[in-house]
């Protein structure tokens, strides 16, 4: 190597490294939710483990995971594989999904992202009892800080007379809901990496999807299919038409895959 290359390597070495100085530095300071979204794209596997956290009051454990909704289908790192080897494995007394009470009572068990139909399904299936938390209808723009109250609101009323919580809420909504709880008397526990991997391990079973999910995917898309008739708004007519066409996908891919048998 003659020295004008090993000078010319030296260069891309210090801007390299430059780079990753400046990154490091401005790490600290960036957005909460860029950061989020930075380690999710760099390492899947990390960020399912940093969005996992366990919170304590008197005799009561809330265990919150920030999920991915549709992201869980080809994210193999944090996939519905995950979740349900969660519920399983942690066998809580009270399942909270992010899904509106209101239409939980309806029968549209189907509300919410994919992954919430799915954990709704599976608990049941292990006679664990489940409720709905989230609290906005189909909006282009909504409040978010509000939602967020709540949507924490609704985790303490549903969590009472319950020593074990999971709670499934958008990885988004994680940090905020945490710091709602802390001010109500909740207090971040500790829950290593090691105690996330046991919960996290499907021990290699094979995957199917929980029985009943077609039947009230299907019974999402006649709802939305009701509520395009009903809605004058074209923003959330649009809203309702891609959420059929994504499910029509999702029922397609459970036919693939498969259900658990009763």
């Known amino acids: 190597m003659n020295s004008k290359n090993i000078i010319l390597n030296r260069h891309k070495l210090a801007t390299f ?16 939710k860029l950061r989020l979204f930075l380690l999710k794209k760099i390492s899947p596997n990390s960020f399912k483990y940093y969005n996992f956290y366990k919170m304590k009051s008197d005799k009561q454990d809330i265990y919150l995971l920030g999920t991915l909704h549709k992201e869980h289908l080809i994210n193999q790192d944090f996939s519905l594989i995950h ?40 608990a049941h299936y292990l006679g664990i009892d489940v409720n709905g938390i989230d609290w906005i209808d189909y909006l282009p723009s909504i409040n978010e800080s509000l939602r967020n109250e709540k949507i924490s609101q609704n985790i303490i009323k549903n969590s009472k007379g319950y020593k074990k919580v999971l709670v499934l809420c958008e990885y988004k909504k994680t940090r905020n809901i945490l710091k709602k709880l802390n001010r109500k008397g909740y207090c971040i526990s500790g829950f290593n990496n090691r105690n996330k991997e046991r919960l996290f391990s499907s021990n290699n079973r094979k995957f199917s999807f ?21 809605e004058k708004d074209s923003r959330k007519k649009n809203l309702f038409k891609e959420e059929i066409n994504f499910n029509r996908e999702l029922i397609d891919i459970i036919e693939l895959v498969g259900e658990r048998t009763k």
């Open 210 to 230: 929980p029985f009943g999910m077609k039947y009230y995917i299907q019974k999402k898309i006649d709802f939305n299919k009701q509520n395009i008739k009903s």
């Open 83 to 122: 979740i349900g080897a969660v519920i399983e494995s942690l066998k809580p007394d009270l399942l909270l999904v992010q899904s509106r009470p209101e239409e939980l009572k309806k029968g549209n068990v189907g509300d919410g992202s994919l992954e919430m139909p799915f954990a709704n399904l599976t």
């Open 17 to 32: 490294l430059l780079i990753i100085g400046c990154v490091l530095m401005i790490l600290p300071i960036i957005s909460m």
